[in-house]
Every structure is written in structure tokens, then in C-alpha cells.
């Protein structure tokens, strides 16, 4: 974790970086819904269509357009994104920190901690995973279907699909336990029928969001100074990436 400028109104307690606040959000769609129930009155935020993950380069360029729009004089702006293919990697403020969850992509964020994700990941790794927000935007494999359709016509469709998922031999439902979400279940284990997946619901888990919003920044987020940049050595090189993933006891 990088030393924090006094500029960046925020303190140091000890090893740990403590801020006075959030001076703005930036986040994807389906991260900023679980974000926003915890929000203090006033906190400025921005959400940024989940399409622009298919090409990261683009998802660079717009979030660091927000950054300089953004128009904060101090604090920090806490991007609502992982690694996301190293999207937020080059990203920088001149005035206000960067905190950004130390995790691979939303799915860590959604399970509460990319150690929780990577223990997913080692007990089977074909794992497609969904969320209510996934479904709702249709920027998913499945939600792809109708345009699909419309262009290679029904069969080819299918058989594309089924193509796309031959490494997949399980379908995951994350439940975050903030919505109703009997809809977003049930289509979930109808897609998971339809093309020969295990359905698995999994309770997600809050710890991640909570921290986002009320703290601490500790070693599960990246934190990045005033006028320094996000580099992708941040993310590798830290506690939470280096540790061994140790197994569930029994």
C-alpha cells in the first residue's frame, strides 16, 4: 500500500490508511445496486454501463474521463470494479486517492472476498456465474441469445452457445441476500437445464460491499495516493494475492 499524501484528506493509523470520507463513487451497474442502500446522504456517485467490460481498453479510457470530470478537490473516489481484465490498471487522480477493491472482477466482490471466489474457483472451475444484476442488464452469455438468434438464425444459435459453454460444467446463482429474487432464481435454473449445467444457489456475501462504503481500506483494496497511478503490481503483489488459498475445514 502506497503512503498517502496530506492532500488526499485522509490520516494514518499505523499501517493503515484511513480516509475522511468518499468524495465520489464510480461503479458498474450491477455493483452499484448493492452499494447504494449503504450510501450516507450526499455521497455523489456514478454508474457506468456493464457493456463496457467486452472491451477494457474502453472501460479504461471512460472511467478515467469520470476521474477527471469529477471535479473533486479531496478525498477519494472509490471505483465500484476489480482488476476487470486490468482495466483500472493506469488509471490515476491528481487531487483525490483511488480505492478500488483488491479482487479479480465483480464475482469476488459479490462473494464477499476474492479468497472466497478463488476457493469457488478450485472446487470447479467451469463455473458460470450469474446475479440479479447480470440478468437484468442481459450483457451475458445467455442474454446474447435473441440478438444471436436474430443473426445466425435459431439453430446456429443454440449450437454457438452450447460451443461457448463446453468448458462449463456448472451454472451459480449468487444470492446477495438484498432483493427478491425468486425470478432471477428460477430463470437461472431454467438456463442451467437448458444447456446441460449444474445449478448451484450461493449466498453471497457483504463483507466486501460494507467495506467498500464505511471502511476500512485495508490490504482487500488497493489504495493509490494522489497523482500515482493504479499499476497491475498492486493487485499481484498484495497480501490477499499472494496468500495461499487455504481449504474449507470439514
Known sequence: M???????????????IVFDGISKIIACQVVIEELLPLL?????????DLGLHVNPDKLRTTLQEK????????????LGYGLCSRAVVGLHSEKCSLV???VDDCIGIFLGSREAYLKQLK?????YYLTKGWIEAGDNLFGDHNRMME????????????????????????????????????????????????FQEILGATTLVE???????DEDFVVVPPSQTISYEAFYESPIWTRPVQNDRS
Open 2 to 16: 502506497l503512503a498517502a499524501k496530506k492532500s488526499s484528506g485522509c490520516r494514518l493509523e499505523g499501517k493503515r
Open 40 to 48: 450516507p446522504e450526499g455521497v455523489d456517485y456514478e454508474t457506468l
Open 67 to 78: 476521474i477527471d470530470a469529477s471535479g473533486k478537490e479531496t478525498g477519494a473516489i472509490l
Open 100 to 102: 478500488v477493491p483488491c
Open 123 to 127: 472446487a470447479e472451475p467451469g463455473t
Open 151 to 198: 443473426r445466425y438464425g435459431p439453430e446456429q444459435a443454440e449450437a454457438l452457445i452450447k460451443r461457448m459453454l463446453q468448458n462449463y460444467t456448472r451454472l451459480v446463482f449468487i444470492n446477495t441476500g438484498k432483493h427478491k429474487v425468486q425470478h432471477y432464481r428460477e430463470y437461472s435454473e431454467r438456463t442451467a437445464s437448458r444447456y446441460g449445467l449444474r
Open 211 to 217: 467495506k467498500m462504503v464505511n471502511g476500512p481500506w
